[in-house]
C-alpha cells in the first residue's frame, strides 16, 4: 500500500521558515516525479514546487527565491524548505507523486501551515 506522509507544517510568524517534509513508502520512490501543492481556503488547488526523479527543479513564481525543493531517495522522502514566508502562503500543503512514463499517481493527507503574526 503506498502512503505519503507529510509533517513539517505549523503556526509560524511572517518572515519565518518552515521545513515540511514527505515521506513515501510502498512506491520505488526513485523513479517519481515529486510536487508539493498548496490550497488556500475558497482557492484551488495550485502547484507550489516540484523536483523531478534526475533531480530537475521548478517552482510557481510565487515562491520562486523563497521556497527549495529537495529529495533524498536513501530516505524515501522529499523536502520543501519554505523561507521569509507570508500570510498567504497559509494553506493545506499536499505531498504529490507521479511517475512520468505511466501516469500513476498518489497524494499525501496534507499538512496546515498557518503564516500569521
Known amino acids: 500500500q503506498v502512503q505519503l506522509v507529510e509533517s513539517g507544517g505549523g503556526l509560524v510568524q511572517p518572515g519565518g521558515s518552515l521545513r515540511l517534509s514527505c515521506a513515501a513508502s510502498?512506491?520505488?520512490?526513485?523513479?517519481?516525479?515529486m510536487r508539493w501543492y498548496r490550497q488556500a481556503p475558497g482557492k484551488q488547488r495550485e502547484l507550489v514546487a516540484g523536483i523531478t526523479s534526475d533531480g530537475s527543479t521548478n517552482y510557481a513564481d510565487s515562491v520562486k527565491g523563497r521556497f527549495t525543493i529537495s529529495r533524498d531517495n536513501a530516505k524515501n522522502t522529499t523536502y520543501l524548505e519554505m523561507n521569509n514566508l507570508k500570510p498567504e502562503d497559509t494553506a493545506v500543503y499536499y505531498c504529490?507523486?507521479?511517475?512520468?512514463?505511466?501516469?500513476?499517481?498518489?497524494w499525501g493527507q496534507g499538512t496546515q501551515v498557518t503564516v500569521s503574526s
Open positions: 510502498g512506491l520505488l520512490f526513485s523513479i517519481y516525479t
Open positions: 504529490y507523486a507521479v511517475t512520468i512514463a505511466n501516469g500513476v499517481t498518489f
